[in-house]
């Protein structure tokens, strides 16, 4: 999940969300029958557990945790993905995004449901001494993003073998730069969403027993930004502060009343965070300085609290700022595209995804989950198309605790690929059978003709 930076676009327009129903399963023209349909996702897993397709996965994670990549710098994850594909004979688009793959999958016709995985690593070296360790001085796969990547093979693998059942395509997104870049966007002003009817993505989670999934219909992760301000004054002898103005005073009162915001201003049953996790100031014990630098972040599960955060806070620090004499200017990286929108489930691809998982894993085992303070860019795709996001459980306690994402002991219980991409593949394979999107009376006409 990004924690980090961000893009803005908060105002993405809705290009293309087309209405959505179910298809009538005693007229569909599918050869599973609402029976066969109920015993896809137990298949697909019996399917993913099967030895060679479980260590084939295993084997392709290791050799992307050896040779972790930052965001848009994935050229050998990416080649090496599109060399699996070559050999499934899965056609594919690339380059997309500067490194992101997209393969196809089925009818190559309507409708198009899409599945999706982040390829970046992280800048971090990486503690777990282990025979597949990073090869790669100071960067590290430790958000299981190299996981995600295999287990959307896996899927690509199950989906390919089934490919007769498949009505409609199903497009594989192999997605670059989602630790703070906007891959995510990047992909979606490239059109990979075009005509695309629903997305789905997964994350890992250290927290949760394997053979467990969690989420949520609604929001699940936060939206993100982040602000850097400039408080100036003038500086001076510290021993004779009347001939000064003292950004460092201006700057701490800034500081308080920034946590009025969430403390005062907001409702307390809409989850918000702003946090000043940044104050560089002075650098001598008797030198009032010229200027403090602060930032922090702000979070909140809708675009409205949101938006409100963010003009407060620039009022805040200026107002305050001037309270104390000293000027302020406030950055919010729109430039570089640094916010990222709440990730909020879609309420009908909820009902799908509790048919599908309960389907495949028993309906105890798929259970709702705590929205997270964190943001993740698989939110863009969610402002342009209906999208849901879940997460699959890593955690075997008798091998002791997983650390959470990362950090720099953090690891991947590979047991979970065949649930991961069983899973990918079951929502995508069963969204084709029982959602078509509703065509207007030409298309059916056309349609018709079939
Ligand atoms: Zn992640
Ligand atoms: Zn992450």
Redesign the pocket.
Known sequence: ??FSKWVSLIFILNLFCPTLSFSDSSSSSSSSSSNGLTEIPKRFLQFAKRPELFDWMVGIRRKIHENPELGYEEFETSKLIRTELDKMGITYKYPVAVTGVIGSIGTGGPPFVAIRA?MDALPMQEMVEWEHKSKIPGKMHA???DAHVAMLLGAAKILQEHREEIKGTILLVFQPA??GGGGALKLIDEGVLENVNAIFGL?VSANLAVGEVHSKAGPIGAGNGFFEAVISGKGGHAAIPQHSVDPILAASNVIVSLQHLVSREADPLDPQVVTVAKFQGGGAFNVIPDSVTIGGTFRAFSKESFMQLRYRIEEVIRGQAAVQRCNATVDFFTEAKLFYPPTINHKGLHEHFLNVAGDMIGIHKVKDVKPLMGS?DFAFYQEVIPGYFFLIGMQNVTRGRLES?HSPHYQVNEDAFPYGAALHASLAARYLLEYQPEVSFSERKFHDEL
């Open positions: 999940m990004n982040d958000c299981g993003h989602e630790e994350h993740e994402e």
